[in-house]
Nanobody
């Protein structure tokens, strides 16, 4: 059974950086794509970016691509989302997701974590 556990959220000041982690378990994730999404209060869930586990290819939403980097640690089965120059509008619950297949463009995911709250103060 696939499990995704996010961590690394918290209260941070605008202008700083944060690295979120997603510990994945339950299967081998080569051949899977890992995605990051976020949902701000009162807003719909928003795609942030994705990473193909096997190739390392990434794809980011235009709104964040200048400030975000997704990476993986194969040994730890963990995917990371680095966000730089945080803004108050980055405040949201951030979710990790997984799906079979290597396309980083498809945003239909099969498995979801519980989310981690990121709050950015001005």
């Amino acid at each position: 059974q696939v499990q995704l556990v996010e961590s690394g959220g918290g209260l941070v000041q605008a202008g700083t950086s944060l690295r979120l982690s997603c510990a994945a378990s339950g299967r081998t994730f080569s051949g899977y794509t890992m995605g990051w999404f976020r949902q701000a209060p009162g807003k719909e869930r928003e795609f942030v970016g994705a990473l193909s586990w096997s190739s390392g290819s990434t794809y980011y939403a235009d709104s964040v691509k200048a400030r975000c980097t997704i990476s993986r640690d194969n040994a730890k089965n963990t995917v990371y989302l680095q966000i730089n120059s945080l803004k108050p509008e980055d405040t949201a619950v951030y979710y990790c997701a997984a799906k079979s297949g290597s396309s980083v463009y498809s945003q239909r995911y099969d498995y979801w974590g519980q989310g981690t709250q990121v709050t950015v103060s001005s």
